[in-house]
């Protein structure tokens, strides 16, 4: 297996090059040359497989560089009872006929980015120290990716974490699981600005080849295809506990911001997976549901960008975006350089109609239907949500079609986001043991103005 840049670079390489590298060199995000097919006797084969065995299994048609052994053996210590609370790791939380969440939100730090971190924190520790390196992780965070990766990444030899988050744009829960940590390779970044500031910087950062190269900067936002792929296999997973055969259909709605946990459902749909549809649904900050509405693709500035009640999702760029509308456009590298280059832009009419063979609808959701989809679980289906998955519920809710079961991605734990469950409830959501008091955990943290320059010194300063 070999990957290739979005923008065009034709060069081809494998997958523990592109593991420590994060953007490809023109800029451009990788993808495999071609998507492997899975087909009906593998599905079959699968369906008895453990969320280990089946992780194993979808990432050995990408991985080639890693002995089978050693891949197997990272995938075993990766997904177990005991980081993820339950031996299903992602099982389904039925709602009613033909609508459930799939819970990703059991990992160590009740988010679905776990799901992937997890395994990115082996896969960084394998790799280093299979060649004697050590890296350096730049990375931005709206909420959750940050504390994942800083879970996963805390203790790892060779490995050092910078993380960006908006100064004041994440919860309180959010922000003390991150700040909380004292472990010497973790630093925590607050920048004056949001999310999509954060992640500029990351790109600039990134884009500067002679830095990169020379402080072994890599990255463990969805940028990483590793990242990406790890989350492909929920989808897998999903999809086999919610059928009894591969003549079913099933959709998926997805609460998403940057784009990644949607664009691993592309994938997985690309290899074959009997999806419907692929529901993306956004908060106020809805650039992705315009695009998929009319074609047009508007990044907001910082000043457009709305502070909501699904944080995690405040998204005005979407940096994994690239990728679909790489495929999109036939795997037009040039075409999508100079898309990408100019900022936003519009589809033609002939290039939105070819979004329905991928699959793609969309839908939005605003803090009153937050509210009102929250109360509605606790009492239609006496589930309590947090507001993120209430933004895809809500989503689904409206885009459910007869005889195609719809899972919604649960993306997060309640607790992470109590005001608003308070608001929408009335009360308190219950933390799992030993999170009682994290807000009053000393914090260590650094704030900063939106500047690439001062990160880089940052850097440079506390290797």
Known sequence: ???????????????????LEGLAPDGGLYLP??????????????RNLSYAELAFEIL???????PAEDLRAITQRTYTEAVFGTAAITPLKQLEPGLALEALSNGPTLAFKDMAMQLLGQLFEYELGRRGETLNILGATSGDTGSAAEYAMRGKAGVNVF???PLGRMSPFQQAQMFSLQDKNIHNIAVEGVFDDCQDIVKAVSNDLAFKRQHKIGTVNSINW???????????????????SNSDKVSFCVPSGNFGNVCAGHVARQMGLPIAKLVVATNENDVLDEFFRTGSYRPRG??????????????????????FVF?????????VKALFGAGGFALTAEEHAAI??????SGRSTHADRLATIKLCHQRYGQLIDTHTADGLKVALEQREPGVTMLVLETALPAKFAATIREALDIEPPRPAGLENIEALPKRVTEMKADAQAVKQFIVDHV
């Open 356 to 361: 329905a063979r991928f699959g793609f609808s």
């Open 302 to 323: 910082s000043a457009e960008t709305h502070e909501t009640s699904s944080p995690s999702m405040d998204i005005s760029k979407a940096s994994n975006f690239e990728r």
């Open 33 to 46: 040359v071609a998507y492997p097919q899975v087909s009906d006797a593998t599905l079959t084969k699968w």
């Open 60 to 66: 050995s048609l990408y991985i080639d560089d890693i």
């Open 1 to 19: 297996m070999r990957y290739i840049s979005t923008r065009g670079d034709k060069t081809e390489r494998r997958f523990c090059e592109i593991l």
């Open 226 to 244: 590793a990242r990406l792929l790890a989350q492909v296999v929920y989808y897998f997973a999903g999809y086999l506990q919610a059928t009894k």
């Open 327 to 335: 495929d999109l456009l036939g795997r037009n590298g040039a075409r």
């Open 163 to 165: 993380m960006l988050s």
